[in-house]
């Protein structure tokens, strides 16, 4: 069964603690990346990945870090750099970077800082 | 860069009425375009998408969209909305070539009552 994995579906941490959310393809696409949704805003791009071992900086890069060490996987740690963490993160894959490539989306992780 | 516009943050609609989602964005060149919908308690799905041709493009469950390119403009519709069309819906674009990532509206939470 083919698509995207997020783990865990729901995470709690507290202030000041790192942590790292899981995405796992098994769709052999070479793109990548995270989006965080909050309420009224939308999707933000925060990293993406068009291969493996390069990525590039979203629109709210500042406060996450991300590695793209395998095609299928690309964590998402969140730092206590960054001020409001507390939100519905998305991880997408598509089969390329290209501009029409759709892409896909996995189930999502809502992560809460207490 | 890209901006996207979703006017409606949220349209309540009773069953078979007819429906349009406005989108309209900025950006200086040639574009392409997006609806991604998102059930409740589902990932996020590609709805319907724009990238040439005839301006208006036909997706998945009866919707259609309608690029006027003259009004920056690709507005959702579907005729007649059924309760099972109740979620949130964002229009995505990005540039027409290249390996630009999407830019997301802030997306517009569809109420369908009986």
């Known amino acids: 069964d083919g698509g995207i994995t997020q783990s865990p579906k729901y995470l709690f941490r507290k202030e000041g603690q790192n942590v790292t959310l899981s995405c796992e393809q098994n769709?052999?696409?070479?793109?990548m990346y995270w989006y965080r949704q909050d309420p009224g805003q939308g999707l933000r791009l925060i990293y993406y990945?068009?291969?493996?071992?390069?990525?590039q900086k979203g629109d709210i890069a500042e406060g996450y870090s991300v590695s793209r060490e395998k095609k299928e996987s690309f964590p998402l740690t969140v730092t206590s750099a960054q001020k409001n963490p507390t939100a519905f993160y998305l991880c997408?894959?598509?089969?390329?970077?290209?501009?029409?490539?759709?892409?896909?989306f996995g189930p999502g992780t809502r992560l809460t800082v207490l | 860069a890209q901006s996207v516009s979703q006017h409606n943050h949220h349209v309540i609609l009773s069953e078979a009425a007819s429906l349009e989602l406005g989108c309209n964005y900025s950006?200086?060149?040639?574009?392409?375009l997006f609806w991604y919908v998102q059930y409740p308690g589902q990932h996020l799905q590609l709805l319907l998408k724009y990238f040439s041709g005839d301006p208006l493009v036909k997706g998945i469950k009866g919707f259609e969209a309608e690029f006027i390119k003259s009004k920056f403009s690709f507005n959702l519709r579907k005729p007649s909305v059924q309760w099972s069309d109740t979620a949130e819906y964002f229009c995505a674009v990005n540039a027409y070539s290249g390996n630009t990532p999407l830019v997301f509206g802030k997306g517009t939470r569809l109420s369908v009552i009986a």
């Open positions: 997408a894959s598509s089969i390329g970077g290209g501009a029409r490539n759709e892409q896909f």
């Open positions: 990945s068009q291969i493996v071992n390069d990525f």
């Open positions: 769709l052999n696409h070479d793109a």
């Open positions: 950006y200086g060149g040639t574009v392409n």
